[in-house]
């Protein structure tokens, strides 16, 4: 493994800033009160259902921090724990992406059970990489 040295640090700063980036967007897109929320209303979702989506992306990650954090203290190396959860953010977009495309062919049921499984897990590996996320960008301000 390399080093933490002057050279490395300003590279990872500059991945950091990219990153940031294309988070900021997907960020947007996965608010509580844009695109999502209005497809689970309008494949016949309930106010309940909402309200549980919601928890689940605004909850689920900050209480799911806790439980990754306790088993990623002990390692020394978390970038591939970071891109594990970077990863695991993207396919859940791309599952996402693919519904949206296929809206039509899907029954109501589907799609929301969809929405579902796609923000659970885009919202986990978050909370997963977020952990790792943090202890290296701290490392890399100096």
Do not use: C
């Not at 002057?6 to 900021?24: D, E, G, K, T, V």
């Not at 999502?36 to 605004?58: F, H, Q």
């Amino acid at each position: 493994m390399n080093e933490l040295n002057h050279q490395n640090s300003q590279s990872n700063f500059r991945y950091f800033l990219w990153h940031s980036a294309f988070l900021a967007l997907t960020t947007n897109f996965m608010d509580v009160d844009t695109v999502i929320p209005s497809l689970l209303i309008k494949a016949g979702g309930s106010s309940v259902l909402l309200g549980l989506l919601t928890a689940i992306m605004v909850g689920g990650a900050s209480l799911f921090q806790l439980v990754f954090a306790g088993y990623l203290s002990g390692k020394n190396y978390k970038k591939k724990f970071l891109l594990l959860g970077i990863n695991l953010r993207i396919f859940a977009l791309l599952l996402l992406a693919l519904l949206l495309f296929t809206t039509i062919a899907l029954s109501n049921s589907l799609i929301i059970l969809f929405i579902f499984l796609g923000i659970s897990v885009f919202s986990l590996s978050g909370a997963f990489a977020n952990v790792s996320y943090i202890d290296i960008l701290g490392k890399s301000i100096h």
